[in-house]
C-alpha cells in the first residue's frame, strides 16, 4: 500500500500536513514479482569409520534425492505448458529462456515429461477403477496419430473423474478390456456399432446427435413434418428432464412421470408412421433399432441426454493433434494419455490443475531454501 498524500495547499500554499484527509481515492495497479529460478545445492558428506574402515555417507533428504535434477514446480509448469497448453519443446525451451531466464534443453524437457508419465501411470490407475466401477458412464472416440499410424483416443467420463486412452484399435474390445468384469447401469454415447457392444444394462444415445441428424434433414426440406416432429418431441423430453432436476422446479413427481408416458407414447406413434422421404426413412429405422436407448434419461435422474461432456474431454485431444501432428513414440501417447486423465479429473473436481501437477511430482523443495 503507497500513501500519497497532501501537503500543501496548491493555491495559497498553506501547510496540509497536519489535517486529516476528507477522502482517500484508491487504486489498484496488478502486477507480477520478479519470478527467478533458485538452485539448491547438497553437499553430502562421505566418511571413513577409522576403526571398521567403512564408509559412510549421510542420507539425503526426501524431494532432493540424488537423481533429481528439477523440482516439482518446475517439472509441473513444464507438464501444465506441453499437455495443457500444446506448446512444442521448441517453443518451451524459449518460453522458460525468456520469462525466467531458466536455460534447458529440448532433452531435459523430454526427460521431465516422460517422469512425469510414469507418475501419472499410477494415478490414471486408480482413476480407471473408479471410473469402470461407476454406474453411470459416458464414452466417445476420435482419431489419433502415434509414430505416423492411425490410433484412437478414447475417453470414459463419470460425475468425478475421466480416463483417457489411446490404443490402435476403435472396436468394441478396447471397452471390454477396460470394464473387465465391471457393468455399468447405464452407458451414454453415440450410436457407433462398438459402444453398442459396452458391457452395460442400459444404454443412452446422445440425443444432440440426433437432434444435429433431424436438422439436416429439416434444413433440405423444411415441409418435412416427421423430422419437425420428432425433433420437438426430443427437446420437449430434454426440457422436461430440466425443469424436474431444477431445485425450485414446481413440477410433481406424478406429473413428471405422466409426461414420460406421453412423451413415449407419441414417439412410438411416430416411429410407426408410413414414410415416404429417404432421409426420414433411414432415421425412423434407426430409432426403431434403439427405441429403448432414447429415452433412457427420464428414466435415470443421474443420466445426462447428450454426450457433450465425453466431446468436451476429448477436444483437447483433437487440438493436440492438429498442433503438434500426432505423437512420435508409444511412451508418448501414453503419457499424454495418462497426464490428460489426471488433468481433467482434477478440473471436475474443481481442484487446480496446476496444484494437482505439483502434489504429482513429488515433495516441495522450495522449504529447504529457509531451514
Known amino acids: 500500500m503507497i500513501p500519497i498524500g497532501v501537503n500543501q495547499c496548491e493555491s495559497c500554499h498553506h501547510d496540509l500536513s497536519g489535517i486529516e484527509p476528507s477522502k482517500v481515492i484508491r487504486r489498484q495497479i496488478t502486477e507480477l514479482s520478479r519470478i527467478e529460478p533458485v538452485v539448491l545445492e547438497t553437499r553430502q558428506a562421505e566418511k571413513v569409520c577409522p576403526h571398521c574402515q567403512p564408509l559412510n555417507r549421510s542420507a539425503l533428504p526426501e524431494g532432493l534425492e540424488a537423481d533429481r535434477y528439477f523440482g516439482p514446480r518446475l517439472e509441473a509448469s513444464i507438464v501444465f505448458l506441453k499437455h495443457q497448453n500444446h506448446f512444442s519443446y521448441e517453443r518451451i525451451v524459449l518460453t522458460l529462456r525468456e520469462l525466467f531466464g531458466l536455460k534447458i534443453s529440448e532433452g531435459g524437457i523430454a526427460a521431465i515429461i516422460a517422469r512425469a508419465g510414469?507418475?501419472?501411470?499410477?494415478?490414471?490407475?486408480?482413476?480407471?477403477?473408479?471410473?469402470?466401477?461407476s454406474p453411470i458412464i459416458q464414452s466417445d472416440e476420435t482419431s489419433a496419430r502415434v509414430k505416423g499410424q492411425n490410433h484412437w483416443h478414447w475417453v470414459f467420463l463419470t460425475q468425478s473423474a475421466v480416463y483417457h486412452q489411446i490404443v490402435p484399435r476403435r472396436n468394441a474390445k478396447v471397452i471390454l478390456d477396460l470394464m473387465g468384469q465391471e457393468r455399468a447401469d447405464v452407458w451414454v454415447s453415440d450410436c457407433f456399432s462398438a459402444q453398442m457392444k459396452a458391457p452395460a444394462k442400459n444404454f443412452q444415445l446422445c440425443i444432440q446427435h440426433q437432434l444435429r441428424d433431424l436438422k439436416r434433414v429439416i434444413d433440405r426440406d423444411p415441409g418435412l413434418l416427421w423430422a419437425t416432429r420428432v425433433r420437438e418431441l426430443f427437446r420437449e423430453a430434454i426440457h422436461l428432464k430440466n425443469r424436474m432436476i431444477r431445485p425450485s422446479s414446481d413440477l410433481t413427481l406424478t406429473g413428471f412421470h405422466r409426461r414420460v408416458t406421453q412423451i413415449g407414447n407419441r414417439l412410438d406413434r411416430l416411429l410407426e408412421c408410413q414414410l415416404t422421404d429417404s432421409d426420414e426413412k433411414r432415421l425412423q429405422n434407426r430409432f426403431q433399432t434403439h427405441r429403448e436407448k432414447l429415452l433412457t434419461f427420464l428414466d435415470y435422474p443421474d443420466v445426462p441426454p447428450t454426450n457433450n461432456a465425453s466431446e468436451q474431454a476429448i477436444r483437447t485431444s483433437v487440438i493436440h493433434r492438429k498442433v503438434t501432428n500426432g505423437f512420435r513414440s508409444d511412451w508418448g501417447?501414453?503419457?499424454?494419455?495418462?497426464?490428460?486423465?489426471?488433468?481433467?479429473?482434477?478440473?471436475?473436481?474443481?481442484?487446480?490443475?496446476?496444484?494437482?501437477?505439483?502434489?504429482?511430482?513429488?515433495?516441495?523443495?522450495?522449504?529447504?531454501?529457509?531451514?
Open 333 to 371: 501417447a501414453k503419457a499424454y494419455a495418462d497426464l490428460l486423465s489426471v488433468i481433467s479429473t482434477s478440473k471436475i473436481k474443481g481442484e487446480r490443475v496446476f496444484t494437482t501437477l505439483i502434489n504429482m511430482m513429488g515433495p516441495e523443495v522450495l522449504p529447504y531454501l529457509h531451514s
Open 118 to 133: 510414469k507418475l501419472a501411470a499410477d494415478c490414471a490407475a486408480e482413476i480407471r477403477q473408479a471410473v469402470t466401477s
